[in-house]
């Protein structure tokens, strides 16, 4: 997710869609380390542009860009416009680039 936050202005937050209704979807201040229902008020971020995964990015078409306001199911195209494909979107590119991430990302203790 990249958006605006309270104090780091530009920022980009991690999102996981809820679970069959068992759990909220929630957002990870990657700063922090810290979680957020989308709902919780005392969420730092408080405004998304456009969200992306490893298949799309998608802009935020809604009327607010306040998270608690925000529908958050992707597949709906009259509050998430999908920048590849879809309507307006254009097409993926073909084929994909390689990738500029190691395929192991190593660690060391």
Not at 25 to 51: E, F, H, I, K, M
Not at 72 to 95: E, I, Q, T, V
Request: hydrophobic share 35%; aromatic share 12%.
């Amino acid at each position: 997710v990249l958006g605006r936050g309270i104090p780091e202005g530009d920022t980009c937050y991690v999102f996981t869609p809820g679970d069959a209704g068992r759990r909220e979807p929630q957002l990870w201040n990657t700063s922090s380390g810290r979680v957020y229902d989308v709902s919780d008020a005392n969420c730092p971020l408080v405004s998304v542009g456009c969200l992306f995964d490893d298949t799309n990015i998608y802009a935020n078409v809604q009327p607010s860009s306040k998270p608690q306001m925000l529908n958050w199911n992707l597949a709906d195209a009259a509050h998430w416009r999908p920048f590849f494909g879809g309507k307006g979107g254009f097409a993926p590119p073909s084929p994909l680039p390689p990738s500029v991430q190691l395929p192991r990302v190593p660690f060391k203790r």
